[in-house]
Nanobody, 122 residues
Framework: VQLQASGGGLVQPGGSLRLSCTLS????????VGWFRQAPGKGREGVSC????????YNADSVKGRFTISRDSARNTVYLQMNSLKPEDTAVYSC????????????????WGQGTLVTVSS
């Protein structure tokens, strides 16, 4: 079973990116999925998470109104749509999966994906 994150890149302030988190080897329907990020020289921050059926969503105050998390069961994928990006959103974004909700402690997960770098700069 492997969790894979993708979609990072370089974008100008005000731009958009969509991150994807795909689980292979099992159904993502059994798991709540979340995104954490870590900026250079800073601690890890929980960004957003979504429950197994999508009925519960948590967003950090820093991204409310700009980031949207969603899940597509047919593609076994969770997405993080990031709009109105700011330089302070620059970080390595990692997705995690857990068989419970919410996702609070980064180290208390069932699966971790590798990070994908998001750079917001002009």
């Amino acid at each position: 079973v492997q969790l894979q994150a993708s979609g990072g890149g370089l974008v100008q302030p005000g731009g958009s990116l969509r991150l994807s988190c795909t689980l292979s080897g099992s159904s993502l329907d059994y798991y709540a999925v979340g995104w954490f990020r870590q900026a250079p020289g800073k601690g890890r921050e929980g960004v957003s998470c979504i429950s197994m059926n999508g009925g519960k969503i948590y967003n950090a105050d820093s991204v409310k109104g700009r980031f949207t998390i969603s899940r597509d069961s047919a593609r076994n994928t969770v997405y993080l749509q990031m709009n109105s990006l700011k330089p302070e959103d620059t970080a390595v974004y990692s997705c995690v999966a857990r068989s419970d909700f919410p996702l609070v402690n980064y180290y208390d997960m069932d699966y971790w994906g590798q990070g994908t770098l998001v750079t917001v700069s002009s």
